[in-house]
């Protein structure tokens, strides 16, 4: 399979992308739980060491190898600053001090950032003006899913808020720099990601937060657990597969579906109601991801055609 290209069922990439927009979007949930009685520095270094204990279980089932140069952990180390220590702490910090709410249409704003920064610096995918408005589409509809009400806030606490933007941005720069790793398995990516995030943050955590004298109930334990696996470590095997089948923005695109499924969990397992905005915001975010990723296609076709 070559990078940016769907596979020869492109339905299935589009399943992958919202299985990994659940389980990111569930990760605000289990977070905010989890800091009931962790702090985010032990939190995410919880979230990180279990992923990579799970993902270098898949590498070695797989028959995987990981790289044996320095050059290629340097550049993993880059991408797990991009992709996981340094966003998911500053997010955890950052949703202390935010609303949920508001907190999920900040950082459903990474496709912008993938937008502006293919745009003016790295200029690896072609931009179109159907992709741009996918990009409009989507986040107007994460808008209209948590409701106007939720943008009331900007302002009140601006360094939250500036940490759940900066979280955004670098996922954007996660997804254009995850494309160098297109030529080896996503497990392998994914477990070298997450054993360079367990270095930096599990000393970080021991040697500020001092874990063994917290007290943690066994539902916070629980949280933390959910993260680790589901919303870290499979997450991140899709995650690293989409890179290279639909590119930096239409991975980033998940952004958008997040907050639908929010919806959604809600109405089938809490028997809320489905209201005409958030029902409108729904078919703007599903249509979002499709204009975006609607190019990857249509080359895909094109190709074919030739």
């Not at 990180?48 to 340097?74: C, I, K, M, N, Y």
């Not at 998911?88 to 709410?101: E, K, N, R």
Request: hydrophobic share 55%; proline share 4%; net charge positive.
């Amino acid at each position: 399979m070559q990078p940016n290209e769907m596979s020869s069922r492109p339905w299935l990439e589009y399943c992958l992308l919202a299985l990994l927009a659940l389980f990111w979007g569930s990760s605000y949930l289990f977070i905010k739980v989890a800091l009931a009685d962790l702090p985010p520095i032990t939190l995410m270094a919880a979230r990180v060491s279990g992923a990579a204990v799970l993902l270098t279980a898949v590498v070695l089932w797989r028959g995987h190898r990981f790289p044996g140069d320095r050059e290629s952990w340097q550049t993993l180390l880059v991408q797990a600053g991009f992709n996981a220590f340094v966003p998911w702490t500053i997010l955890a910090w950052g949703q202390q001090f935010v609303d949920a709410s508001l907190a999920s249409v900040l950082n459903s704003t990474s496709p912008i950032f993938v937008l502006i920064f293919t745009a003016f610096v790295t200029r690896h995918e072609v931009l179109g003006a159907t992709r741009v408005l996918g990009v409009a589409l989507g986040l107007g509809g994460v808008i209209f899913i948590v409701g106007i009400g939720a943008l009331a806030g900007l302002g009140d606490q601006v360094a939250g808020q500036l940490a759940c933007l900066f979280a955004a941005a670098l996922y954007g720069c996660a997804a254009i720099y995850g494309k160098r790793f297109s030529h080896q398995p996503p497990a392998v990516t994914a477990a070298g990601t997450m054993i360079l995030s367990s270095a930096v943050l599990v000393p970080l955590a021991l040697l500020v937060d001092q874990p063994w004298t917290l007290h943690v109930s066994l539902q916070s334990a629980g949280a933390a657990a959910m993260l680790s696996i589901f919303c870290t470590g499979f997450a991140l095997l899709l995650y690293f597969r989409l890179v290279r089948t639909i590119g930096s923005l239409g991975v980033a695109s998940q952004a958008y579906l997040r907050s639908g499924f929010g919806v959604m969990l809600g109405i089938v397992l809490l028997g809320e109601t489905l209201s005409l905005p958030v029902a409108t915001g729904l078919v703007a975010t599903v249509a979002g991801v499709v204009l975006i990723n609607l190019r990857t296609r249509r080359r895909k076709g094109a190709a074919a055609v030739a």
